[in-house]
């Protein structure tokens, strides 16, 4: 079903599919690249560098030819729009996590109600046109969670994922992989760009994300992944995914559209 997407001429053309949670598209690629789009549930996607959470605020440009998995956490309903490479090249080289504002939303859902071989002269290429000036203006998140390779880092960040609430500092890890706190936060800093901390905090946030589309319990979920209360996983979990915790459990509603 795909390969008419893949194969078309047109610029861009949009795909729209509902997924049940649990689904995994497992490892893939595509020769255009992506828009990638849900307007309920939340979609996990991960490629070689990093890992990105996707709910109903944020959508991914994924360039051509990347290898990537999806896995829905709740059921889906994605609107997706494949792009020609050639058109997408001034947008990103690298994924990129964008803010969704109403315009753009709106515009994703209309591609999608066109028909693959849309006619030259209808509405299309005016949408397309607005639509790939729209992802150059929307702001860029700094979601991505990247992956770890240094034995030493990978070790830690396994620890992170498979227990978000580890309090364990630098300088408890230092004596656990055999270097100093500061050889590791040079590490963490050169292979991900980003502090422990902040590589940790996000972790914790994207645990959170996934448990509230299954255990509405908020004060439990924040315990969980380690933060001190509520209120502070409230804090860093609206200024990350621009909403709150509570709105973030209602993602397995229908669409409105």
């Not at 001429?9 to 995994?24: E, I, K, N």
């Not at 828009?35 to 939340?42: D, Q, R």
Request: proline letters at 6%; charged letters at 20%.
């Amino acid at each position: 079903m795909i390969d008419q997407y893949e194969r078309t001429d047109r610029s861009a053309v949009g795909f729209a599919m509902d997924y049940p949670h649990g689904l995994s598209s497992g490892r893939h690629s595509h020769p255009k690249a992506q828009l990638v789009y849900a307007i309920s549930g939340l979609m996990r996607l991960e490629t070689a560098d990093a890992l990105f959470l996707l709910p109903p605020t944020m959508a991914l440009f994924l360039p051509a030819n990347m290898m990537h998995c999806i896995s829905m956490q709740g059921d889906v309903a994605m609107r997706e729009v494949f792009i020609d490479r050639t058109m997408a090249v001034a947008l990103a080289s690298q994924p990129r996590v964008l803010t969704v504002n109403p315009l753009l939303r709106e515009l994703i859902l209309a591609i999608c109600e066109e028909p693959v071989d849309w006619p030259m002269d209808g509405r299309c290429p005016h949408l397309i046109a607005l639509l790939l000036d729209e992802i150059a203006r929307a702001k860029t998140l700094m979601t991505r969670l990247p992956q770890l390779r240094e034995p030493r880092l990978s070790r830690i960040a396994q620890a992170v994922i498979e227990n978000p609430a580890d309090p364990r500092t630098l300088d408890d890890w230092a004596e656990v992989c055999g270097a100093s706190a500061r050889t590791l936060a040079r590490l963490f800093l050169q292979d991900t760009g980003l502090t422990f901390g902040q590589w940790r905090l996000q972790a914790r946030l994207n645990a959170a994300f996934a448990l509230l589309m299954t255990d509405g319990e908020i004060a439990r979920i924040a315990q969980r992944v380690g933060f001190s209360s509520q209120s502070a996983l409230g804090v860093a979990f609206r200024r990350t995914f621009g909403l709150t915790p509570a709105q973030a459990r209602t993602l397995h509603l229908a669409p409105s559209k």
